[in-house]
């Protein structure tokens, strides 16, 4: 089966620092995504992992431990737009389909 | 280039009826693949289509059923709606059915089903 986990809720103020775990189990591994979600809105890509370690990209940088079946979401310097779900996404090894996990809605304050 | 857009943006049905969701992919995306999204959860993969056949599909019912246009548009057809088939349904475009690259999904904005 297939099993991914991320916290629910988070919140941070503005300026600061946020990292968002995820873990998975699935039956194949052939990529992790992360992915923005504002309410009412299209899911929009933030990055990708599918080799070990840190990927860098303006704010956000996400991890992956492909051993330890885990990732991480960071975002740096938040800004109040910033405020919004937040998708772990796994793409197995075989099938076509993504598989999501519960989302980790984020609310940066003030 | 032209994003995923799908109609209609929301739609109330009865319980019992029949509802077509409509998606144009993205320009240059020949797959498109669908999801169900429940308030509050992320979403569930329903099924994929690819040259205008079924190649994948995840947990739902045969009532769930869909088509894809030789112009790459799709359609989600729903029977016998079920209360619990209120959510988000959101159409996902890609250039290809299956990479090992970041061949990148583009999402639509989705469809808000409620069924009463």
């Known amino acids: 089966g297939q099993n991914i986990d991320q916290p629910t809720e988070m919140t941070a103020t503005e300026g600061a620092i946020v990292q968002i775990n995820c873990t998975y189990q699935?039956?194949?591994?052939?990529?992790l995504f992360w992915y923005q979600q504002h309410a009412g809105e299209a899911p929009t890509f933030l990055s990708y992992n599918v080799l070990d370690g840190l990927e860098e990209k303006g704010r956000f940088s996400s991890f992956l431990s492909r051993s330890k079946g885990y990732s991480y979401l960071l975002l740096k310097e938040l800004q109040m737009k910033d405020s919004a779900s937040y998708l772990c996404v796994v793409r197995p090894g075989a099938g076509n389909m993504l598989t999501f996990g519960g989302g980790t809605r984020l609310m940066v304050k003030p | 280039e032209t994003g995923v857009t799908q109609s209609p943006t929301h739609l109330i049905k009865t319980r019992g009826q029949q509802v077509t969701l409509r998606c144009s992919s993205q320009?240059?995306?020949?797959?498109v693949s669908w999801y169900q999204q429940a308030l509050g959860q992320g979403p569930q993969f329903i099924f994929q289509y690819y040259r205008e056949e079924e190649n994948g599909r995840g947990n739902f019912p045969p009532r769930f059923s869909g088509l894809q246009f030789p112009n790459y548009s799709s359609e989600l057809n729903v029977n016998a709606l079920e209360l619990d088939d209120s959510a988000l349904y959101l159409c996902?475009?890609?250039?290809?059915?299956?990479?090992?690259?970041?061949?990148?999904?583009?999402f639509g904005s989705g469809t808000r089903l409620t069924v009463v």
């Open positions: 699935t039956s194949g591994f052939n990529g």
């Open positions: 320009s240059g995306h020949n797959t």
């Open positions: 996902a475009s890609s250039p290809i059915p299956r990479d090992s690259g970041n061949y990148g999904y583009t």
